[in-house]
């Protein structure tokens, strides 16, 4: 049974978090406190955090920060705030998703059920011989899920590394934000393709040498991106 952890400081949408996702087969925890939150996701083992950002103690964004150094369990950060800054920087800080309040208690647990199900086929993959792809001095190793850029060796999120090598298996194609959205996160994208954007523009400062002249992922005006070999 996959554990998740919500940290989230009012209590009735806590509550029907954990009701939602308990009907659903998963055991869940509940924390109110930020500080109190990161302690206990780092020192136990749960599948999935669902972390509110704004928090007593700790925000969200710390807490993000701070277990991203040490774990790479998908993230669902959840706020009530709108603004695109507040996504961007979240999912620039290594959250997997990012949804904003009100919500459908439903589409949280799909995307729940979608993060775990796309971690536990990553983790529990592999083979006897590591799978490596190698284009003009990007080196991606699928196996042991690590990438060097001339010899240096770069760190990426869950959600950033799958979208590169996505992207890489798949050179000189033409995919939409949309389509993108979909392979990457397992859902169909819900009228918001912010995240897709993101993840590009976090990559691309990690592998390009000059991002304004990408030499591995153009974009595509109006409509998507494209893996260039």
């Not at 979240?90 to 949280?108: I, N, Q």
Request: charged letters at 30%.
């Amino acid at each position: 049974m996959s554990r998740i952890l919500i940290i989230e400081d009012e209590i009735a949408i806590a509550e029907l978090e954990k009701d939602y996702l308990e009907l659903s087969g998963f055991e869940v925890a509940l924390e109110a406190d930020g500080s109190q939150g990161l302690k206990r996701a780092l020192e136990e083992d749960f599948d999935l955090l669902i972390l509110d950002l704004m928090l007593p103690g700790l925000d969200g964004f710390e807490i993000c920060r701070r277990f991203r150094e040490v774990k790479n369990t998908p993230i669902i950060m959840i706020s009530a705030k709108k603004e695109d800054i507040d996504k961007i920087r979240g999912l620039g800080l290594g959250a997997d998703d990012y949804m904003t309040k009100p919500f459908s208690p439903s589409e949280m647990v799909a995307r729940v059920k979608a993060h775990l199900a796309r971690y536990e086929r990553l983790i529990g993959s592999g083979s006897p011989v590591n799978e490596i792809i190698e284009i003009r001095g990007l080196k991606i190793d699928k196996t042991a899920r690590r990438v060097w850029v001339n010899g240096e060796e770069k760190n990426f999120t869950t959600k950033e590394f799958d979208l590169l090598t996505f992207l890489a298996q798949n050179p000189n194609h033409v995919f939409a934000k949309e389509e993108l959205f979909s392979k990457i996160w397992d859902m169909e994208s819900i009228g918001d393709i912010a995240t897709v954007t993101v993840h590009i523009k976090k990559i691309r400062e990690k592998i390009e040498f000059n991002t304004a002249k990408p030499q591995y992922i153009e974009t595509i005006w109006g409509v998507g991106y494209r893996f260039k070999v």
